[in-house]
């Protein structure tokens, strides 16, 4: 079989994804391009980039021990007369036939990603088209248990965690609202404070209203498209990062990749762009108050706004990495955290942190 770096970038993802490293693989996701790849997600189990290096380390264990890999996979001899970097797996493997001569290797099937990490054999496994039509209604529940171990019999600490939630609750068909409507994936979403809107953002460079009812149905959501604005970077997408409501949920933010947050109406109108951030916002919090709005940004800054100007009150630039979380402790102060594992309380007017906390030993979120 054979990997292309596509697939190898996708594994990565899913990886960051399932160890809750969510700022990280967004951006590895971005500049690695995962989403135009023509990979279907859906068919990879979780934990797959530890499957496939699991394998790997078993296949080269045997070839090194010249112990047998399967009992129709002889190892040759020779093998160990090889350095570990130079010996051709070719040499170490040949896949007989029954009868005991080599099989041509024109008729071994190719494996592909989604082969190499799903633990049924190829001769039981549905076909592929009948695996597509069924991946978008399969769920992490409708997986056998067996199929969500690795090879050692025992449940990855992820997939232990993933498994135990979806035993805990389980929620009958009618009880599930579905909403779609978004081109590309779902970064983030906040309940409105009213308790009946729900605001979603997302790499397509828009945000979703959706209006629920009591019985869970729903209209066309309302769509916030984030259009290119005068004096914000282009160098960037506008996939939508984060999203906030303000305390009586009059008024919505939405942080973006372009560095833009704005600010709409419950009903979906444009209100104001609140342009300085010069990279990518990860972050953002309205104060109880409601007058003013915290942004945090890759820039490292984080920088305070006058809500009823649109006007920047104080820029915050005490870190030495990008911001990747603010929140309020009152009205005048809050927190700000970063990749450079400090945490900052702030003040406005204060020039310095009021106070910082050091002690973790990887990124704050």
Not at 14 to 22: A, D, H, I, T
Not at 208 to 228: A, F, M, N, R, Y
């Amino acid at each position: 079989m054979s990997i292309t770096s596509d697939e190898v970038n996708f594994l990565i993802y899913r990886y960051l994804l399932e160890s809750g490293f969510q700022h990280t693989a967004f951006t590895f996701g971005l500049e690695s391009h995962v989403h135009q790849t023509s990979i279907n997600g859906t068919l990879v189990p979780p934990g797959a980039l530890i499957t496939v290096m699991q394998k790997g380390l078993q296949v080269w264990s045997c070839i090194m021990s010249e112990g047998p890999l399967f009992a129709s996979w002889p190892l040759y001899p020779q093998v160990s007369e090889y350095p570990l970097s130079l010996m051709p797996l070719s040499l170490a493997i040949r896949k007989q036939n029954t009868d005991g001569s080599l099989l041509d290797e024109k008729d071994i099937p190719h494996l592909s990603l989604v082969d190499a990490v799903m633990h049924a054999p190829l001769s039981t496994r549905p076909s592929k088209t009948k695996m597509e039509s069924t991946a978008s209604l399969q769920t992490a529940s409708d997986v056998p248990e067996d199929t969500r171990k690795n090879d050692g019999g025992e449940p990855m600490d992820v997939e232990r965690h993933m498994s135990s939630a979806a035993a805990a609750v389980d929620f009958h068909p009618s009880k599930v609202s579905i909403l779609q409507g978004h081109q590309s994936e779902v970064f983030t979403c906040a309940w409105s404070p009213t308790g009946d809107t729900l605001v979603s953002g997302s790499g397509d460079s828009t945000a979703c209203l959706w209006k629920l009812t009591q019985d869970g149905s729903h209209d066309q959501p309302i769509v916030l498209p984030h259009e290119p604005v005068g004096g914000a970077s282009q160098e960037f997408s506008r996939d939508v990062t984060t999203v906030h409501w303000n305390l009586d949920g009059t008024l919505l933010a939405t942080g973006s990749y372009d560095g833009v947050a704005r600010l709409w109406t419950s009903e979906g109108e444009l209100k104001t762009s609140l342009v300085h951030h010069t990279g990518p916002i990860f972050a953002l919090k309205w104060n109880a108050k409601g007058n003013y709005i915290v942004t945090g940004g890759v820039d490292k800054t984080a920088v305070v706004w006058d809500v009823q100007s649109g006007e920047v009150k104080q820029q915050f630039s005490h870190h030495k990495a990008p911001t990747l979380d603010v929140d309020w402790q009152n009205n005048s102060s809050f927190a700000s955290c970063s990749t450079d594992k400090l945490i900052h309380v702030c003040r406005l007017g204060a020039d310095r942190p009021i106070r910082t906390f050091q002690g973790h030993k990887v990124t704050t979120t």
